[in-house]
């Protein structure tokens, strides 16, 4: 099996998105991350949903997660407003990683040593300096390596 079959369609964002549409594609697909890419498609970096957690919960509830307790349901709620006229521009360091990109023709084991090496559970599949064909998850990779 070849990533170009296993390729599928993924919502993409650009630097940009909002921050809050990002939140919303990652929870209205169940994805672990979305593909961040350039004007002509191609992959820039990969944003973890744990990026946009990390700017939406304040900074003391992040360096100790138990003073997240001491907040109320619905005041927690109001954290993700927080989030408004920010774009993923903003969660990203300048120097973002390279993305996890692999070539159409890899096998199931390279997509897997690319996630492994990247620490991405989501790897986009493209040719060099081509726009994007689709994308793999790690739940798609590992439900295809299981079932074999």
Do not use: W
């Amino acid at each position: 099996m070849r990533a170009r079959d296993l390729a599928v369609p993924l919502p993409t964002i650009t630097l940009a998105t909002s921050v809050l549409e990002a939140a919303r594609l990652l929870a209205g697909h169940n994805l672990p991350g979305l593909i961040v890419v350039d004007e002509r498609g191609c992959p820039v970096t990969v944003l973890p949903g744990t990026q946009v957690l990390r700017l939406v919960i304040p900074g003391y509830c992040r360096e100790d997660p138990t003073l997240a307790r001491m907040i109320d349901e619905p005041s927690a709620d109001v954290f993700l407003r927080g989030a408004e006229g920010r774009t993923v521009a903003d969660l990203l360091p300048p120097e973002h990683p390279e993305p996890p990109v692999v070539d159409p023709q890899a096998t199931a084991l390279e997509i897997a040593a690319v996630m492994a090496q990247k620490r991405s559970p989501l790897v986009a599949v493209a040719a060099p300096r081509a726009p994007m064909i689709g994308g793999v998850t790690l739940d798609a990779l590992l439900d295809r390596m299981l079932a074999g």
